[in-house]
């Protein structure tokens, strides 16, 4: 019999990619995988410690794996990988003896001397990566996410990123054509480049930046749609922006985490941009491509924020009016510097503050998807819908997600005209045109 494996992932994107990743090579190697952990002869782990619920979720998981464990009986070996793994390192296997190897996101391409038990601990940054295009196991037939940088040499005072995925590398323009190229020939048609701090790209041979990648990608025949993600307001260029403007196959759509409204604080998290800063790059963006759909991350509750601080993060949501809002409380990493800034907001304050900045996002959100109504737009078409098998789904140029109504024969990956005719709570829904 095979050996199997069970993955279990949480956190952003590069995560998800460090998955496929892994999956991919043991599949490789001939090992299958399972949805079922009591199948499996290993478990893997793949976490995240961005904020400390995510990292409490871990230990209790753990916690369950440990009675799965003994019953095995040396069966099963199980593994921690990413962010809590690099950031915990071997206080896991002293919290947890009956982990077997702790690898952090350095060490996704060292899997086989861990797995040869050469290893328990993996957790530095080797400066030979080794990503392996051929071993990924992508879980969708229509879209590639392909890493293109990996870390992050920016200092915000509350991230534990660049302590969990170190600093920043950038892989090798010709590396990354290979891949999207490879992927294209196996049907892929939707694009994702994937890094911390995206547009902070820069090749290690040849110098050239995100915009000229982005170019470059958005030029191969067979790329349908080209997203990216996340970028950094700091790294924003004429050279970025050109790209978007200048290729109808990426999308008017726009991930710019600004964290803060409020230019102090922006200041104590070390952003490197002031609120007026990013006011400024949104409209030049916005005067280049001006049906751009913006969507962010905030954190409310930075240490030492006040009152009118946040009521300036509202002032900044109502003046950009972000479609898609990803919202936070603060939440206090080990060794971040954030730790000294002080003093701490009341939770309860930040929870309400939290509200508050929801139920203002929710009118926002409502009035923009209300003004799809009525019009067509071309949607490129994923699969049957998730919540009613009878519908298609798909997302649209600039990134909502739209059920219609459709011929189930429609080719995967094909994009659709679809005339919208209801939003509802987060998408929209309509008919494909003839
Ligand atoms: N507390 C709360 N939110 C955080 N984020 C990053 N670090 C923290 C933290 N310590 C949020 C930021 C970032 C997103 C991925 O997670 O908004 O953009």
Redesign the pocket.
């Known amino acids: 019999m095979s050996q199997t494996f069970f993955i279990e992932t949480w956190g952003?994107q590069m995560n998800d990619l460090d998955t496929q990743r892994l999956s991919g090579t043991l599949k490789l190697r001939g090992w299958q995988r399972v949805e079922d952990q009591t199948l499996a002869s290993l478990i893997l782990l793949n976490t995240c410690s961005?904020?400390e619920k995510s990292e409490q979720k871990v230990f209790s998981r753990l916690g369950e794996l440990r009675e799965l464990k003994a019953a095995a009986n040396g069966g099963v070996r199980i593994g921690v990988a990413g962010c809590v793994a690099q950031q915990e390192g071997e206080k896991i296997l002293k919290r947890a003896p009956w982990v077997d190897f702790v690898m952090g996101p350095g060490s996704v391409g060292y899997l086989d001397e861990i797995l040869a038990g050469q290893r328990t601990i993996a957790v530095d940054f080797p400066d030979d990566r080794r990503y392996d295009h051929l071993s990924m196991d992508r879980p969708s037939a229509t879209k590639a996410q392909v890493t293109i940088m990996e870390g992050c040499n920016k200092n915000c005072t509350?991230?534990?990123v660049p302590t969990t995925r170190g600093r920043e590398v950038s892989r090798s323009f010709d590396d990354i054509l290979i891949e999207v190229r490879a992927a294209i020939e196996s049907g892929r048609v939707e694009f994702e480049l994937l890094g911390q701090t995206v547009n902070a790209y820069r090749c290690p041979t040849t110098g050239r930046d995100f915009g000229a990648l982005l170019s470059a990608v958005a030029s191969m025949p067979g790329v349908a749609r080209l997203r990216f993600m996340t970028s950094h307001p700091a790294e924003v260029n004429d050279s970025m922006i050109a790209a978007m403007r200048n290729h109808a196959n990426i999308p008017g759509y726009l991930h710019l985490?600004v964290?803060s409204g409020s230019s102090a604080v922006l200041r104590r998290m070390k952003r490197l941009y002031t609120r007026e800063k990013y006011e400024e790059i949104i409209a030049r963006i916005r005067t280049a491509i001006p049906e751009i759909h913006f969507s962010t991350?905030?954190?409310v509750g930075f240490p030492g924020e006040t009152d009118a601080d946040f009521e300036q993060t509202l002032e900044l949501m109502r003046r950009i009016r972000f479609g898609s809002l990803f919202a936070?409380?603060?939440?206090p990493?080990p060794g971040t510097p954030s730790l000294k800034i002080g003093p701490p907001v009341d939770d309860a304050i930040a929870s309400s503050r939290l509200n508050r900045l929801f139920e203002l996002h929710e009118e926002i959100k409502r009035e923009f998807l209300d003004s799809y109504r009525g019009r067509v737009m071309p949607v490129l078409y994923e699969g049957p819908s998730r919540h009613d098998p009878e519908m298609l789904a798909g997302r649209t140029d600039d990134n909502w997600v739209v059920n219609f109504k459709g011929d189930p024969r429609t080719p995967l990956g094909s994009l659709v005209g679809v005339r919208i005719d209801q939003a509802q709570h987060h998408t929209l829904r309509g008919e494909a045109i003839a």
Request: glycine share 0%.
């Open positions: 952003c961005i904020r509350f991230c534990i985490p964290q991350d905030i954190i936070f409380k603060y939440s990493r």
